[in-house]
């Protein structure tokens, strides 16, 4: 009987491997796609892609035991040969082709050329040929950094208490109610696609305390902006236990930190790639909805409209403002009126027009949503009442006031918005790999 | 100007603080739900449930202020009290309390008792009732299991170089085809859900290599079984670069030994808790398909009666098979046959009735199934012609074999069923936090 005993040592290195030295003239191996091809007679550069980044090679004919003329840009190979120091090579050396294996060979020229610096085309040309346009290394490393995100998101939480769960997309039952709800058809009942995990990780504080989720998120939008998807991925996370609301911010903060943190140290290379400063999160100021709306009133000249709804441009002044009076990209905006957050938002004992709530904004975009819940059963009842809600098909959330819920509080983050905002994209469709759009379904 | 500086250190303290030493005679704060009171007259024992486990507390009449009448099971708190060794209580501590601050009350009594050892109901009503039912200490222990086999999965293959990918959930064609696919409307164009991530996974090997993605699957299977769910779990993982389809079975070798050694570190509570004896897993035994139904017929005086097929009691025997003659849970079946693996998987070269593909069968089940796929453009479409499939729709999928993929594969393994055999459930729906079924859309 033959074993699998795990992962075996391979004979082909990666570039950490050959960079970190004692390799310079010793023969390796290495396997890559064809990144490039620079014909320059007798000598050629074949640049390697791999997912670390790009290595320099030297074919040299009669030394390396390969005809040239048979290699095409994006096959796939593994090569051998000597490592020299070379300072002009993107890792600081380089390799003497000795030998080529062809592992695999396209079919067709590339439709664009990837391996330009910056992608020459329109956006929608980019999406379109996405499965290849992300082999780019500028394209693929914004979603590098987007993985960083996500594992300072849970890594951060998780030194703080929180327990990860998994909670269902299709539910009975849509949690923030209203229109944005694709609906489906299960087994003849009507069912929907969760529009957040609200609901299923209020329960999971009842059994956790703290609780995060990483997941994707539908919304049946109907609006084209540069800012909306359909499909995104939401950061959430619910707290027990809270004092006040500012515990939640402060986490949220502490999450920011940890992350900035850990994209400095193990996302160096991509950052400096597409040479992104992280922004400053030792300190976030807070401010009312109010009082954030009267500053840049009264700083830009502009009216109030609708003291009860900020509109995207007042969110890019409140971004401005901040910046401008205390360098600060970020900003959170507390105390929404309770008209413009779902009933099972928490008002202000203080002022029950407002809740206690807030919205995180990132260079005058909000990124986050978050505030305390109501706990308390009767309460809530009261509120879906005045609101002339049903409670109807709501009975398994309410089950959990029924029998007890300590005070809580939790936010969720659109990942693709904080990527956009920390890249400086001007489209959310830039930074999800396979955006979902009005009118795109595909790749 | 306030602003928010990140996470301060709370007045209340967690049961690993406590226990790590130093605190005894002292005075302190802990927050949590009231698990269960019992009341001995002069005397009472009010047992906290927090998310570390459960935590003794002492109330005495006249010692503690407040009316323990006033007191109800659920109710959130934060007591205050002193230190005491107690070699009987949970943790080897109690405290002895002298205040009780109540946070939130419950409305009702709670449907059935969760502070049972086992909850003694049937798992109907366990389901229905499952926003409660989980703060049972022995129901979230296995989801918080499930958590560090999710951790696992991932944090062993970042150390291998994958990179996490989220891939969208609503697309236009499904990866597998075949009648169990959920349908929606999509702004009026007709969109499916994903089945499995495996055609973007693809598209993101030509990009990184090596990915994974943990995110949900969704089947309209019409079955009602034991082991099937509308929306699981996939831990997904896809690999380029590969020398053969063992290096796949390598890779979730080194998965399954990482996480268990992870488990035995960081969940021995729960471990315990549940009274789980973790498989072995330095070697797992391969067996080719035609054979394992050789051994198992033979062995088991059974007729072969489709040889391109295993029936569920075949998997079970395969997997008694292997426990019995070489005392291993996990057995590796490869070389399934070519007829039931979809179109992309690739053939052997040397017999191409059977692909070059597995499943991972753990206690005669089936959790993964993964292999090699075809990476040559020309390949695919001659299969896929062979099949009578149409190409419409596929387009993005097949741009990536057009434009060059290096040799790959990869696997799926379903979450819910790694963790119902590793938990000895006999239901997947135990290992589901909310699961999905042909009658069960809620909670």
Chains 1, 2 share one sequence.
């Not at 079919?107 to 664009?112: N, Y």
């Not at 999971?204 to 990483?214: F, K, L, P, S």
């Not at 909805?289 to 840049?296: G, I, P, R, S």
């Not at 206690?356 to 505030?371: H, Q, W």
């Amino acid at each position: 009987m033959e074993f699998i005993t795990g992962v075996k040592q391979k004979e082909t290195v990666g570039i950490k491997q050959i960079a970190e030295g004692g390799m310079v003239g010793k023969t390796v191996k290495v396997n890559g796609a064809v990144h490039t091809i620079r014909d320059m007679g007798e000598v050629a550069f074949i640049i390697l892609r791999k997912s670390e980044g790009l290595m320099q090679c030297v074919y040299e004919e009669g030394k390396t035991e390969f005809d040239l003329k048979e290699l095409k840009e994006e096959a796939a190979v593994e090569v051998e040969g000597v490592v020299a120091l070379e300072e002009r090579a993107p890792q600081g050396f380089e390799l003497r082709l000795t030998k080529i294996r062809v592992l695999s060979e396209p079919a067709e020229v590339l439709p664009l050329a990837i391996s330009k610096w910056k992608l020459n085309t329109s956006l929608e040309t980019k999406l379109s040929l996405r499965p290849v346009s992300l082999r780019n290394v500028r394209e693929r490393a914004k979603f590098k950094i987007q993985e960083g995100i996500v594992r300072g998101f849970r890594d951060y939480l998780f030194t703080q208490g929180f327990t990860e769960v998994r909670t269902p997309k299709i539910t009975a039952k849509g949690a923030e109610g209203g229109a944005n709800i694709f609906k489906l058809d299960y087994f003849g009942k009507k069912a929907v696609l969760a529009q957040s995990p609200q609901f299923y990780k209020q329960m999971m504080v009842g059994v956790y305390d703290r609780v995060i989720e990483v997941g994707p998120v539908f919304r049946a939008e109907k609006h084209n902006t540069t800012r909306h998807l359909n499909e995104y991925t939401g950061l959430d996370f619910e707290m027990g236990y809270i004092d006040s609301f500012e515990d939640i911010m402060a986490m949220e903060t502490g999450f920011l930190q940890y992350t900035m943190a850990l994209l400095e140290k193990e996302y160096e290379k991509e950052l400096k790639l597409l040479d992104i400063t992280l922004p400053k999160v030792n300190e976030i100021p807070q401010v009312r909805f109010d009082k954030a709306k009267e500053l840049v009133s009264e700083k830009y000249n502009r009216k109030i409209r609708n003291p009860y709804d900020l509109e995207p441009e007042e969110e890019i002044l409140i971004g401005r403002y901040f910046k401008e009076e205390f360098d600060s990209d970020f900003v959170f905006v507390t105390h929404y009126p309770s008209k413009k957050r779902p009933f099972y938002a928490m008002d202000d004992p203080a002022d029950s027009r407002f809740t206690l709530s807030f919205d995180l904004l990132f260079k005058g975009m909000e990124i986050t949503t978050g505030g305390q819940r109501i706990h308390d059963y009767q309460m809530l009842l009261d509120k879906i009442a005045a609101r002339g809600m049903e409670t109807e098909g709501m009975e398994p959330y309410l089950m959990i006031f029924k029998y007890g819920m300590p005070p809580h509080g939790g936010l969720g983050i659109g990942l693709e918005r904080l990527t956009m905002r920390l890249l400086d994209e001007q489209n959310v469709r830039e930074t999800a790999l396979f955006p979902r759009d009005l009118n795109r379904l595909e790749p």
